[in-house]
C-alpha cells in the first residue's frame, strides 16, 4: 500500500507544481529553449526533428551520449551558447518542480 501512497503522493506534487506561476514560467522557458535549439539543428545540421529534439534534451539535461555532435562550426557556437543559456535554466526548472514535489509529500 505504501508504494501507491507515494505515487499519488508524487503526481499531487506534480499537479501542484505546474499550478505555480513560477514552474509554468520555468517550463515554458525551458521548453522554448529546447524547441528553438530543435529547430536550429533540423536546419543548421540537417538532423531529423525527433534527432534534434532528442539531442536538445540530452544537451540541456547535461547527459551528453556523444552519438549525436554537431558538424557545423554554426552548431557547435550555438551548443556553446545554448548550454551555457539553457543548464541554468533546465536545473531551475527541474529544482522548482522537485521542490514542489517534495513539499506536497511532507503533506505541506
Not at 7 to 13: E, K, Q
Not at 18 to 44: E, M
Not at 56 to 61: N, P, S
Amino acid at each position: 500500500m505504501q508504494p501507491l501512497r507515494n505515487i499519488l503522493r508524487l503526481f499531487a506534487g506534480v499537479r501542484s507544481a505546474l499550478r505555480d506561476p513560477i514552474v509554468q514560467g520555468l517550463l515554458a522557458l525551458t521548453s522554448t529553449l529546447v524547441a528553438v535549439a530543435s529547430l536550429f539543428y533540423a536546419a543548421v545540421e540537417d538532423w531529423s526533428l525527433l534527432d534534434s529534439t532528442y539531442f536538445a534534451v540530452v544537451t540541456i539535461a547535461t547527459i551528453g551520449y556523444g552519438d549525436l555532435v554537431p558538424r557545423t562550426a554554426a552548431g557547435k557556437i550555438f551548443t556553446i551558447v545554448y548550454v551555457i543559456c539553457g543548464i541554468g535554466i533546465f536545473v531551475a526548472a527541474a529544482g522548482a518542480l522537485g521542490e514542489h514535489i517534495a513539499r506536497k509529500g511532507r503533506g505541506e
